[in-house]
C-alpha cells in the first residue's frame, strides 16, 4: 500500500506566493519521478512540474520562471514553490509518484489533492 499525502494550499492574491509538499510512503522500492498535476473546473488535468529520480524537470509553459519544483528522495518528499500567482492557476492540486513497489512492479500513484485559490 502507498500513500501520498498533500499538504499546502489555499487562497492567496494575485502576485502572491504558496508553497505545496506531498510524502509518498508505505511498500516503496524507488520512485523514479514525483510531480505536480493540476485540474480546473471544467478543464482536464494537466501536468504542472515533475522531477526524476535524477534530478531532471519538466514545467508547463504556463509556469516557467514562476513555479519551481524540488525533492527530497531520501524523505520521498516532493515541494512545489509557486510565486506570482495568477487567477488561471486557480486549481486543485495533484501530487504524482511513479514508483516501484518491488523491483518489477511499478504504478502511478496519487494524493487526494489540495485547493489553490488565486482571486480575479
Known amino acids: 500500500q502507498v500513500q501520498l499525502v498533500e499538504s499546502g494550499g489555499g487562497l492567496v492574491q494575485p502576485g502572491g506566493s504558496l508553497s505545496l509538499s506531498c510524502i509518498a510512503s508505505g511498500s516503496i522500492f524507488s520512485i523514479v519521478d514525483m510531480g505536480w498535476y493540476r485540474q480546473a473546473p471544467g478543464k482536464e488535468r494537466e501536468l504542472v512540474a515533475s522531477?526524476?529520480?535524477?534530478?531532471?524537470?519538466n514545467y508547463a509553459d504556463s509556469v516557467k520562471g514562476r513555479f519551481t519544483i524540488s525533492r527530497d528522495n531520501a524523505q520521498n518528499t516532493v515541494y512545489l514553490q509557486m510565486s506570482s500567482l495568477k487567477p488561471e492557476d486557480t486549481a486543485v492540486y495533484y501530487c504524482n509518484a511513479r514508483l516501484y513497489t518491488d523491483y518489477r512492479h511499478w504504478d502511478d500513484y496519487w494524493g487526494q489533492g489540495t485547493q489553490v485559490t488565486v482571486p480575479s
Open positions: 522531477k526524476n529520480s535524477g534530478g531532471g524537470t
